[in-house]
C-alpha cells in the first residue's frame, strides 16, 4: 500500500536524497530542492584537466552498511585500494600506523612500548564492556558516557601520547577540530567498532568518484537543482516553498541541509527544531587539492598530521593509490585537509594565498616532495565541514529525536543528528524517511 502525499526534500546531499530515494521506492510524490549545480554535497566531485577533485569526503570504508547498499541498488561499482598504508606524523617523520591487528599494534612506533600495552588493553576492555555502541547514530549512546570530553577522557584512561596522537590525530584528520570538542562517547563507540572483526574498515572508491552515488539516485528521483528554498511557509496542515520554481505546497517538508540553513528557513518552524538548528556548531576547513607525481607518496593512502605536529595540515591523502583512472600523464593529486584553526584565518584569502600557505606547510611534512612538482589544482572552503559531537549536542539530539521530530509535518536529517560522516548521514536519512511514511500513514 503506497502512502499518500506531497513530500518536499530540501538538499540533496547523501540525507536528502537517501531520505528522498526511499520516498520514492514507498511511492511517495517526492520533489528534492538543491540549491547548487549538482547533487552530492559533501559527497561531490569536480573534473577538470582530466584530473577528479573529490570536494570533501575522498573515500568509503566496507563499515559504510547503507552506503554499500545504496551503491549496489543503484549499479554503482565499488573497488578496494586495500591493503594501503597509513601514517601518523610524530616528530616530525611519517610513522607507519596499524590498528588492524593485535601485531600491527606493536608496530606502530608513533606510540612507546607501554602506550601501546595500555592502548590494547583499554581496547580490549572497550570491545567486552560497550559492546553495542553505535558510532553512526550517537543518540543510542548512554547518557552515562557522554559526560566528558574525547581528549580529556583518553589522556586519562590510556595517556598523553595516546591522546595526542591518536585520537587528536584522528580526530583532525576526521573532523578538522581538537577530540576536546567531541564527546568521549562519540569517541569510545568508534574505537570499539574500530576494534571489532566485524567490522571491515578497508578502504574503498565508487567507480566514477564520489559523484557517482549521488548522480545515480539522482537520475532516479524529481531533483531540482540550481533551485535554493528562500522561505518556508506554515499554511494549514502543510508548509509552502518559495523558490525559483515558484511557491508549490507540500503535505510534509524534510528539511536536509545544514544546520545554519535549516536555521534561516526555520524562522517561524517549531521551538525545539529551531532551537536544534541554533545550537549546532560546525568546524570549518578547506579542501586543497594540488597535482603531483603519481609515485610522489608511495603506497600511503591518508597521512595523519597531529595538531601538536602541525597547526594547519590536519591530513592528505594519495588520490594515485585509487586507480588509473585517477592518473593523467604520469600526474595525479594529492589532497589536504586543514585543522580548523589554521583554516579559519584562510577562509577569506584568495586561493593563491591559500596555495601558497598550503604548500609551505605540506613541503615541510613530506620533504620527498620538490617545490617544483607541487602545482595548485583546487580547492573547497567549508565554513560548515563537519558538526561538532560535543556533550550537550549528543543530548540535545537525543531529546529531539524523541520530542519533536515530525512536528508539524516537518522533518530534521542530516549528519548533525548525532549521524557522523557519510554513512551516518545516510542513515539519518533513511530514519527520516521512516518517520515521513508512518506520520503520512497516520494521515
Known amino acids: 500500500m503506497h502512502a499518500k502525499g506531497r513530500v518536499a526534500v530540501i538538499g540533496a546531499g547523501i540525507a536528502g536524497l537517501s531520505c528522498a530515494w ?26 577538470k584537466d582530466m584530473l577528479a577533485f573529490d570536494l570533501g569526503a575522498n573515500f568509503l570504508v566496507r563499515a559504510y552498511s547503507n552506503v554499500f ?4 541498488e543503484l549499479g554503482v561499482g565499488l573497488r578496494t585500494v586495500s591493503p594501503v598504508d597509513h601514517a601518523v606524523y610524530r616528530d616530525g617523520t611519517a610513522r607507519l600506523l596499524h590498528f588492524s591487528s593485535v601485531r600491527g599494534m606493536f608496530r606502530m612506533d608513533c606510540l612507546g612500548l607501554w602506550s601501546r600495552l595500555r592502548v590494547l588493553r583499554f581496547l580490549l576492555k572497550v570491545r567486552l564492556r560497550y559492546p553495542l555502541l553505535d558510532f553512526f547514530h550517537l543518540s543510542s549512546l548512554s547518557t552515562q558516557l557522554n559526560k566528558e570530553d574525547a581528549y580529556s577522557y583518553a589522556r586519562r584512561k590510556v595517556g598523553q601520547e595516546f591522546a595526542d596522537y591518536i585520537v587528536d590525530s584522528f580526530n583532525g584528520c576526521m573532523m578538522f577540530h581538537r577530540a576536546s570538542e567531541i564527546s568521549a562517547a562519540a569517541f569510545l563507540s568508534l574505537f570499539r567498532m574500530m576494534a571489532d572483526p566485524a567490522y571491515d574498515f578497508g578502504i574503498y572508491h565508487a567507480q566514477g568518484d564520489m559523484q557517482a552515488i ?6 532516479s528521483l524529481s531533483v531540482h537543482t540550481s533551485c535554493p528554498v528562500t522561505e518556508l511557509r506554515q499554511e494549514g496542515s502543510g508548509w509552502r516553498l518559495m523558490c525559483a520554481r515558484g511557491s508549490p505546497f507540500f503535505d ?14 526555520l524562522r517561524d518552524g517549531p521551538a525545539m527544531q529551531r532551537d536544534l538548528v541554533a545550537g549546532t556548531r560546525y568546524s570549518s576547513t578547506v579542501n586543497v ?16 598530521v597531529p595538531f ?15 586507480g588509473d583512472h585517477t ?3 604520469g600526474w595525479s593529486l594529492v589532497n589536504v585537509g586543514l585543522h580548523e584553526s589554521g583554516a579559519l584565518p584562510l577562509l577569506e584569502q584568495s586561493d593563491e594565498q591559500i596555495f601558497a600557505a598550503v604548500a609551505e606547510q605540506l613541503l615541510a611534512l613530506h620533504p620527498d616532495l620538490q617545490a617544483d612538482q607541487l602545482k595548485p589544482y583546487d580547492l573547497q572552503r567549508w565554513r560548515e565541514a563537519i558538526p561538532k559531537y560535543d556533550c550537550q549536542h549528543v543530548e540535545r539530539v537525543r531529546q529531539f529525536e524523541k520530542q519533536a521530530q515530525g512536528d508539524s509535518g516537518l522533518f530534521l536529517c542530516g549528519d548533525y543528528l548525532n549521524s557522523p560522516w557519510l554513512e ?9 524517511a521512516r518517520a515521513v511514511l508512518s506520520d503520512l500513514a497516520r494521515g
Do not use: W
Open 289 to 304: 587539492s594540488f597535482r603531483v607525481p603519481k609515485q610522489a607518496l608511495g603506497q600511503t593512502h591518508c597521512f595523519y
Open 252 to 265: 510534509r517538508v524534510v528539511l536536509a541541509t545544514t544546520a545554519g540553513v535549516a536555521h534561516h528557513l
Open 69 to 72: 547498499q545504496l551503491a549496489e
Open 327 to 329: 592518473t593523467h600523464q
Open 424 to 432: 551516518g548521514a545516510c542513515r539519518s536519512g533513511r530514519r527520516a
Open 22 to 47: 526511499d520516498l520514492h521506492k514507498a511511492g511517495v510524490d517526492v520533489q528534492v530542492f538543491e540549491r547548487d549545480a549538482q547533487a552530492g554535497g559533501r559527497m561531490s566531485t569536480r573534473t
Open 214 to 219: 549521488s548522480d545515480a539516485m539522482a537520475r
Open 308 to 322: 601538536c605536529e602541525n597547526r594547519l595540515i590536519s591530513e592528505f591523502t594519495n588520490e594515485a593509490l585509487k
